[in-house]
């Protein structure tokens, strides 16, 4: 080597690591990285984890977990995942891993965090399905409303996973089972109708209650009304508990029912088709049969409950939640007398409504083209029901 070589090799060892070490700190003093660092660790790893969580309970595998760590295999038959599938499966769960809600150990993956063990318990699957509804409706209609403004895209019931409603709606479950015991007879024959029964617990609660209920349970989706009905045979009740697809608007029934139920589903009606969705409930009482509503009302609401109204806001059915006051005057107006309002737990906004039917025939008007594209009613035909019963 010249020795005008030597003196550049020289000069470029001394050089190159203050040159890296003055673009190391340019990096580090970059204003943004504050910014990015607060936010992944305030707002981005939290959704990361609670939407790792959501699909791990959704898909079974924290309850697999809950039972005994297992491998990747068992996990993937348990899931069904095709051999060419198997390292997409490790790659979401070892981010699992990395996220912390998961631990791995010899080769088995197992819960780690807190959350995950307590969404693993059966007892919480009604939380573990509003976590999932949150980040799959929740969440969409806070990132989408601007552009679905400019778009004209509104939300359809299909955009909903009835299932996971049907779940998610149970964490409310010891209101409305506290308010169902309040106004069932657990004691003489009871014809109970349960319009949008979800996942048919409530209509369990009540045939358990009364030995002597029977019921008609229906739901607006297939897919809902179908598993209610798997359940009920589960449950060992489908000789008692009819369990069908319907729809309130054109449920076409002798005014035979004792007692109508509808829990959590006042607000799939738009505001101003609920009298006439009401007096259809009405109309199937039998003379001096009762209604029992429960919903949560807008008075004392959370933030969950604003993004629930934001989402109807943003759909071609339903509307916002009720105003217990407006939906007592409703109530009145579909004709029930004795309408109560009841709050089961002060400061909360889930209440219940009670009327009573007192067997005069229901006069309707035509319910309002839904824009749902689901239930077409022409006329009500509460007055002059067809001769179709339980
Ligand atoms: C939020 S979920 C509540 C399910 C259940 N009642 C509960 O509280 O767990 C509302 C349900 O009402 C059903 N629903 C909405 N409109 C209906 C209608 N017109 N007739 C029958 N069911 C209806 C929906 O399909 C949905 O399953």
């Not at 990285?33 to 959501?54: E, G, I, M, Q």
């Not at 617990?201 to 019921?215: D, G, K, Q, S």
Request: hydrophobic share 45%.
């Amino acid at each position: 080597m010249d020795l005008l070589s030597l003196a550049r090799t020289v000069k470029h060892r001394v050089e190159a690591p203050l040159t890296e070490a003055l673009s190391l700190a340019r990096i580090a003093a970059d204003p943004r990285n504050p910014v990015l660092l607060t936010l992944s660790t305030a707002l981005v790893n939290p959704l990361y984890r609670a939407a790792f969580l959501a699909s791990a309970a959704g898909s079974g595998v924290l309850g697999c977990l809950a039972v005994r760590p297992c491998d990747l295999e068992s996990l993937a038959e348990y899931l069904e995942v095709p051999q060419e599938d198997r390292p997409r499966l490790r790659a979401w769960l070892d981010t699992g891993v990395r996220l912390g809600e998961l631990g791995t150990r010899e080769g088995c993956y197992r819960l780690r965090s807190p959350a995950a063990r307590l969404l693993a318990l059966p007892g919480n699957d009604a939380v573990a399905a509003t976590l999932e509804e949150i980040l799959r409706f929740h969440v969409p209609v806070l990132l989408d409303a601007p552009r679905m403004l400019t778009t004209g895209r509104r939300y359809s019931l299909a955009d909903q996973d009835g299932t996971v409603i049907a779940r998610s709606s149970l964490a409310l479950r010891a209101m409305v089972e506290a308010a169902l015991d309040r106004t069932l007879d657990r004691e003489g024959p009871v014809r109970l109708l349960e319009v949008g029964c979800g996942t048919g617990a409530y209509v369990r609660h009540a045939a358990e209650a009364n030995p002597r209920l029977t019921a008609l349970a229906v739901d607006l989706q297939e897919d809902v009304a179908a598993r209610a009905a798997d359940n009920m045979a589960a449950w060992g009740l489908a000789d008692r508990v009819e369990t069908r697809q319907g729809d309130l608007r054109t449920l076409d029934l002798q005014p035979q029912f004792d007692l109508v139920t509808l829990h959590n589903n006042i607000y799939y009606f738009p505001e101003e088709e609920r009298v006439q969705a009401l007096r259809r409930a009405r109309a199937l009482l039998a003379p001096g049969g009762r209604l029992l509503l429960t919903t949560s009302c807008r008075e004392g609401g959370n933030a969950g409950l604003d993004v629930l109204n934001l989402w109807f806001t943003y759909a071609d059915f339903g509307g916002p939640l009720p105003r217990a006051e407006e939906l007592t005057a409703q109530l009145e107006e579909a004709g029930f007398t004795d309408v109560r309002a009841t709050r089961l737990v002060p400061g909360q906004p889930f209440r219940a409504f009670t009327g009573t039917s007192d067997g005069t025939p229901v006069t309707d008007t035509p319910v309002t083209e839904a824009a749902d594209g689901i239930s077409r009613t022409t006329a009500a035909r509460a007055a002059a029901p067809s001769a179709q019963s339980l």
